[in-house]
């Protein structure tokens, strides 16, 4: 199982970043995505999941209204649209594969300053 996420990198306060996750080595579909984040000092945190096939999908309060998750079973990715971000955003990001066995990425910076 792999997760290689990119995407990440610096923004502005109030632009935006979309990073996706590609998955190899399972079977993507069948397997609900999240993504969670880290900033410094802090845990790690749930930003958002997104269900197998129906596109349910749940989201922290923290981001509501200005993230969307997605996913393309069909491309084995999973995308994280970030709008209006803030400088409370910039963290290392993290996909992972949820499950019996969990599975992490390698994350991707994000910052967000001016």
């Known amino acids: 199982v792999q997760l290689v996420e990119s995407g990440g990198g610096l923004v502005q306060p109030g632009g935006s970043l979309r990073l996706s996750c590609a998955g190899s080595?399972?079977?993507?579909?069948?397997?609900?995505m999240s993504w969670y984040r880290q900033a410094p000092g802090k845990e790690r945190e749930l930003v958002a999941y997104?269900?197998?096939?129906?596109?349910?999908?749940n989201y922290a309060d923290s981001v509501k209204g200005r993230f969307i998750i997605s996913r393309d079973n069909a491309k084995n990715t999973v995308y994280l649209q970030m709008n209006s971000l803030k400088p409370e955003d910039t963290a290392v990001y993290y996909c992972r594969r949820n499950g019996i066995i969990v599975y992490w990425g390698q994350g991707t910076q994000v910052t967000v300053s001016s």
């Open positions: 080595g399972f079977t993507f579909s069948s397997y609900v």
């Open positions: 997104i269900s197998t096939t129906d596109g349910r999908t």
